[in-house]
């Protein structure tokens, strides 16, 4: 696919549509467990941290030019936003709080 985030290799738009989390959902819930809460990790394949990595190190070096300056902690990492989007998401799909890092 040619419209595929260079970045995060599609994971922000693939992976947050609302159609993905009721699959994954259904899935939770045809476990037949009950559960009160959810506790949500994820991982992501080692590359995409390397690709994040040199996307930073660009936007530095591209700020750097404007006189302008930015630190690590100003990037908000691929998987912390990939857990703000979904996590309501899920929340309300299982109509369960989630419990976890945020």
């Keep these: 696919n040619l ?6 290799l599609g994971i922000l ?17 045809a476990s037949g467990f009950e559960f009160t ?3 949500f ?12 990595h040199a996307a930073w190190l660009l936007v530095k070096q591209e700020m750097g030019k404007q006189s302008l300056s930015l630190g ?3 990037i908000v990492q691929l998987k912390e ?3 703000w989007i979904t996590h ?3 929340s309300e799909e299982l109509g369960v709080p989630i419990d976890g890092k945020v």
Excluded at 3 to 8: A, D, K, P, S, T
Excluded at 15 to 21: A, G, L, P, Q, W
Excluded at 41 to 52: G, H
């Design 88 to 90: 309501p998401l899920f």
């Design 72 to 74: 690590r902690d100003d």
């Design 81 to 83: 936003a990939y857990k």
């Design 37 to 39: 809460s959810l506790v």
């Design 3 to 8: 419209n595929v985030c260079n970045v995060c």
């Design 41 to 52: 990790s994820v991982s992501f394949p080692p590359q995409l941290s390397v690709r994040e």
């Design 13 to 29: 738009q693939e992976f947050c549509e609302k159609d993905f989390v009721k699959k994954v959902c259904q899935k939770v819930e």
